[in-house]
């Protein structure tokens, strides 16, 4: 099975601050990469997803930067906020065969100080 | 709509003990699976369903069995529990598989083998 890499493992940011989250992965076919976010006792939710058509997608305070010669992705919070505190998932999957499922990394656990 | 629904949410069993996890989705999605969540692990595909009467393995699929007779439900079930299976298991479900549209996620089963 392929790797998603997910770096860091946590993160300590304060509040107004940018929170960035890096991803690496190996399978050149995968063209899925979105991002969950997890509040403790609760299952992942969609936050925001990308395809390697374009090379960055914003909402909100969250963006998805995208290096497709790298094969790599990052999620930046803006403004971040003790709201945000969470632990944050990347993913990727392709189409057909095995590779439509989601591969998640390993996940980064943030918190965002007052 | 409800969503995805998983019972129990807590569960203490006995090595060698059998059950089963349920999970029903009232989105008429096609596509259903199981991931488990450990630490520092992420979470991991155990098997996953692409449509009624269709299962596949994922990453840890050994000491668990899945069924999908409706389109609805996608039952887990440990046949002889182990404490290697103690875990959080998540149930995901999608409009259909491979494609872009994010997995809606139940509120994950605690489980712990003793």
């Known amino acids: 099975q392929q790797q998603v890499k997910q770096s860091p493992q946590s993160l300590i940011v304060q509040k107004g601050g940018i929170s960035i989250i890096n991803c690496a992965y190996e399978n050149t076919a995968f063209d899925y990469f979105p991002w969950y976010q997890q509040f403790p006792g609760k299952g992942p939710a969609l936050l925001i997803a990308?395809?390697?058509?374009?090379s960055e997608k914003k909402e909100g305070r969250f963006t998805i930067s995208f290096n497709k010669s790298a094969k790599q992705f990052s999620l930046h919070i803006m403004d971040s906020q003790p709201g945000d505190s969470a632990t944050y998932f990347c993913a990727a999957s392709g189409y057909g065969g095995s590779q439509g499922n989601l591969i998640f990394g390993k996940g980064t656990k943030l918190s965002v100080k007052p | 709509n409800a969503g995805v629904t998983q019972t129990p949410k807590f569960q203490v069993l006995k090595t060698g003990q059998s059950m089963t996890l349920q999970c029903a989705q009232d989105?008429?999605?096609?596509?259903m699976s199981w991931y488990r969540q450990d630490p520092g692990m992420g979470l991991r595909l155990i098997h996953y369903?692409?449509?009624?009467?269709?299962?596949d393995q994922g990453e840890v699929p050994n000491g668990y069995n899945v069924s999908r007779s409706t389109t609805e439900d996608f039952p887990l079930r440990l046949l002889s529990a182990a404490p290697s299976q103690t875990s959080v298991y998540f149930c995901a479900s999608s409009l259909t598989y491979g494609q872009d549209y994010g997995y809606t996620f139940g509120s994950g089963t605690r489980l712990t083998v003793v």
């Open positions: 990308i395809r390697p058509d374009v």
């Open positions: 369903s692409v449509g009624a009467g269709i299962t």
């Open positions: 989105m008429n999605h096609e596509y």
